[in-house]
Nanobody
């Protein structure tokens, strides 16, 4: 059974920074693509950033230049560094991984940006 577990998140003031991490049971190296999604209250879940096994990354326009996704196949973790946070970044952040044609999700971690 594959498990993705998020950690980090929390509350921060606008302009601040946070980091969220995702650990995969059995190793993250087996995932072709790993991603961060987020879902704000009353809105659909949206893609924030993705990183492929070869290191290729993509970002949502709303976070480009502020967020950085990384992946460590030895430590079995994927990390999202979030800088210059804005109130509109407030959401539950979910870790996602594709492996063998199956999509796996973590349980989510809350990020709140508020003054």
């Amino acid at each position: 059974q594959v498990q993705l577990v998020e950690s980090g998140g929390g509350s921060v003031q606008p302009g601040g920074f946070l980091q969220v991490s995702c650990t995969a049971s059995g190793g993250i190296v087996g995932f072709e693509v790993t991603s961060w999604y987020r879902q704000a209250p009353g809105k659909q879940r949206e893609l924030v950033a993705s990183i492929k096994y070869d290191g290729d990354t993509i970002y949502a326009d709303s976070v480009k230049g502020r967020f950085t996704i990384s992946r460590d196949n030895v430590q079995n973790t994927m990390t999202l560094q979030m800088n210059n946070l804005k109130p509109e970044d407030t959401a539950i952040y979910y870790c996602n991984g594709w492996r063998g044609g199956i999509s796996h999700w973590g349980q989510g971690t809350q990020v709140t940006v508020s003054s």
